[in-house]
Every structure is written in structure tokens, then in C-alpha cells.
T-cell receptor, first 113, second 116 residues
């Protein structure tokens, strides 16, 4: 039972354009959502998060949007840079599970110069 | 450097063997989490410890066990290894529940296990 799904295994964009990574979830008890970035041979690193009481959170070039009714969130990167090339994981926390996170399968983003 | 230290970085062993993966959490963090990432898969939650006590269990096989020691470091023991156990094993840590930043897990670089 995959509660967090990232349906696009890969995404390729041109430098300077917008990257949009999508994530869907099924568990209505999720109350906190995070995006992690992972480079090869490194562990995932925290990028940005959003509480379920908000619909948008912005941090520099990164913006996360949450649509609770559709159980969908997205990460926008504007403008995309070659250094953003990495695997991006969507993760969610259930209110009663403490800090334990449920992850999606990841999306490989490639930003071409 | 995330502050979460995992050893060994790479491990190659044979089927039927037993290995131990070690994790030192970030200074001040009380919770330790173990995740498994198999090829082309997301991170699957295995188990969580908080201040030495088991807090939550996920999809952890009976052949696997873990513990957290008084100094807060944790070990994941994998026994009777099978080819399918080949994966990246990540440890993560977080502050105690309710503490500032408790919602964000900090990950180590992982231990890559190859079972031949």
C-alpha cells in the first residue's frame, strides 16, 4: 500500500526554466509534508516543508504547494539550475506517528545547461 | 556533513551471513530511524528508537533487529542474508518529539549492502 506516490520517475528541464515535481498521497491523516533532495552517494537532505493548514510555502527558488482536497502536492523550482539535478523525494508525516516519515519513490530531476 | 554518521559505507557479504550496521545520531537528537532503499524504490521505514526504547516498527523482517544504546548510537543487525537484502540502508535522527525541528529527519550518507 503505497501511501505516497511520485508518478514521474524522471524529469528533464532546461536551465532557467521551471521544474515542477508532483506527489500524490492517500492517507488523510497526513498533516505535514516535506521534500528531500538526494545526490548520488549522499543521504537525503531536507529541502522544504509545509503544514496541512497551509497551501503554499516558499523558500527562495523553491515553493511547495498543497492541495488537500486533491491530496496532491507539488514542488516548484524557479529558475532551475544544473546543481538542482538530483533525486527528489516527497515525504509525509501522520499526526499520530511522531516524526516518522513515509516517502514516495522519488523523481530524478535533470537540469540541462 | 549532516552530523549523522553511518558505518560501514560499503559492505559486501554472502548469503546466509550476518552483518551489523552502525549509526551515530546528530548531537542532541534522541530519535533514530532506519530506512531501507532497494533499487529504484523509495525509502521504506524499518524501525524507530527514541532514547533507547523502540517507538515504532515498519516493514522490518524478522531476520532484522535493531537497538539503541545508552549513548544513543544505534545498530541494525541483519541476519540470514538473502540476495534481496542488497540495498542502501539509511539512518536518520531527529530531536525529541515536541522539540524544535522535530518534524525534520536528518539522514546519514547510508550503508550500501551487497549480498552475493
Amino acid at each position: 500500500d503505497q501511501q505516497v506516490k511520485q508518478n514521474s520517475p524522471s524529469l528533464s528541464v532546461q536551465e532557467g526554466r521551471i521544474s515542477i515535481l508532483n506527489c500524490d498521497y492517500t492517507n488523510s491523516m497526513f498533516d505535514y509534508f516535506l521534500w528531500y533532495k538526494k545526490y548520488p552517494a549522499e543521504g537525503p537532505t531536507f529541502l522544504i516543508s509545509i503544514s496541512s493548514i497551509k497551501d503554499k510555502n516558499e523558500d527562495g527558488r523553491f515553493t511547495v504547494f498543497l492541495n488537500k482536497s486533491a491530496k496532491h502536492l507539488s514542488l516548484h523550482i524557479v529558475p532551475s539550475q544544473p546543481g538542482d539535478s538530483a533525486v527528489y523525494f516527497c515525504a509525509a508525516r501522520e499526526e499520530t506517528s511522531g516524526s516518522r516519515l513515509t516517502f514516495g519513490e522519488g523523481t530524478q530531476l535533470t537540469v540541462n545547461p | 556533513d549532516s552530523g549523522v554518521t553511518q558505518t560501514p559505507k560499503h559492505l559486501i557479504t554472502a548469503t546466509g551471513q550476518r552483518v551489523t550496521l552502525r549509526c551515530s545520531p546528530r548531537s542532541g537528537d534522541l530519535s533514530v530511524y532506519w530506512y531501507q532503499q532497494s533499487l529504484d524504490q523509495g525509502l521504506q521505514f524499518l524501525i524507530q528508537y527514541y532514547n533507547g526504547e523502540e517507538r515504532a516498527k515498519g516493514n522490518i523482517l524478522e531476520r532484522f533487529s535493531a537497538q539503541q544504546f545508552p549513548d544513543l548510537h544505534s545498530e541494525l543487525n541483519l541476519s540470514s542474508l538473502e540476495l534481496g537484502d542488497s540495498a542502501l540502508y539509511f539512518c536518520a535522527s531527529s530531536p525529541g518529539q515536541g522539540a524544535r525541528g522535530a518534524n525534520v529527519l536528518t539522514f546519514g550518507a547510508g550503508s550500501r549492502l551487497t549480498v552475493l
